[in-house]
């Protein structure tokens, strides 16, 4: 047991820098990944899906800052400095951008509770659930008929 | 709920769906700036950076503002011409570039290698441009008089200096029309 401890020790002491060292190391940022993320400035779409001159100087551009060893929040943000906002595929979480968030989720919430409304309203008015009014009994002439038919066959 | 007002609801909401699309389209439709109509100004960084301007600043000047960008292929070609015309004609007008869509290192290395010296301005979301002035692309040229009104606009690049003087010609005091 006490070795087990001890080569368990061993091991946590030689992982330990290495682990903490990939945490420390800032990610460096790849083309593909930042390409989805942001803007053709003149085609209106993904830089990804554009080859337009306008789009090759700003793949240009991504890559130097990548060179530089630069993160893609950092090249983002220098994307935006350049462009301005727009550039940005998705909108920022801050400001007025939030509501492009929080808009889906609201119609979705109210969705939801219209359909449960919906649900329990349709519910209520099932024939025999005690919603609704009661369906009209046969006339007359219709039960004579029904006793009649009964008699007839027996039942 | 009554069936005479769900009948009205979904009616509005039909009508108010068509009137959009109608309406999009009647936009789409629609040309940029009409000749004689106020050219939009817009407050926007000086290229190279450190000020900003507008078109508003050469009001009582003739102005051919010039929207270009230094991917653009034909805006590389029209250059020289326009060059040659500023240095020209700078005592009788106004030539004003507006960049666009562009990067702020492409664009102040365009400015060295054809040796511009004309006034900048940086549109570098392109708002101004698509927005304000309406174009469709680049380059994109507008003659507009001491008033601020537009003279003339001329889609694409000018072929040589005789096209851009013709253009400019109510500036230039030729008596020639503009295109």
């Keep these: 047991m006490r070795r087990l401890a001890l080569l368990l020790a061993v091991f946590a002491s030689l992982a330990a820098p290495s682990l903490a060292g990939a945490q420390d190391a800032p990610v460096r940022a790849s083309l593909p990944e930042v390409e989805d993320e942001v803007m053709c400035p003149v085609c209106g779409t993904l830089l990804g899906l554009s080859h337009s001159p306008a789009a090759e100087r700003e793949r240009v551009f991504i890559r130097r800052l990548i060179a530089q060893g630069k993160d893609k929040e950092q090249i983002k943000d220098a994307l935006v400095a350049e462009y301005g906002g727009q550039v940005l595929a998705l909108p920022e979480n801050r400001g007025i951008d939030v509501w492009a968030y929080a808009v889906p989720v609201i119609g979705f919430g109210l969705g939801l509770a219209g359909v449960a409304w919906a649900v329990i309203a349709w519910r209520r008015r099932r024939p025999g659930d005690g919603g609704g009014p009661p369906a009209p009994g046969p006339s007359g002439e219709e039960s004579d008929r029904l006793e009649r038919d009964m008699a007839r066959f027996d039942l | 709920m009554d069936v005479n007002l769900r009948t009205a609801i979904v009616v509005v909401a039909v009508a108010a769906l068509l009137g959009f699309l109608v309406w999009g389209l009647v936009k789409k439709g629609e ?144 008596g020639d029309e503009a295109s």
């Excluded at chain 2, 469709?136 to 072929?159: C, Q, R």
């Design chain 2, 31 to 174: 040309s940029g700036l009409a000749v004689g109509e106020p050219v939009p100004a817009m407050a926007l960084p000086t290229l190279p950076e450190g000020g900003e301007g507008s078109l508003e600043d050469h009001r009582g000047e003739w102005v051919l503002m010039n929207v270009w960008a230094s991917w653009c292929v034909p805006c590389r070609e029209e250059s020289p011409a326009l060059d040659r015309f500023e240095k020209r004609n700078r005592d009788r007008i106004t030539v004003l570039g507006i960049d666009t869509k562009d990067l702020s290192g492409d664009a102040l290395e365009f400015l060295r290698e054809f040796e511009v010296e004309y006034p900048q301005l940086r549109d570098a979301s392109g708002d101004y441009a698509d927005a304000e002035l309406e174009t469709t692309g680049v380059p994109e040229s507008f003659l507009i008089d001491p008033d601020g009104n537009l003279v003339a606009h001329y889609p694409g690049p000018f072929k040589d200096e005789a096209a851009i003087e013709r253009f400019a010609a109510p500036a230039l005091g030729d």
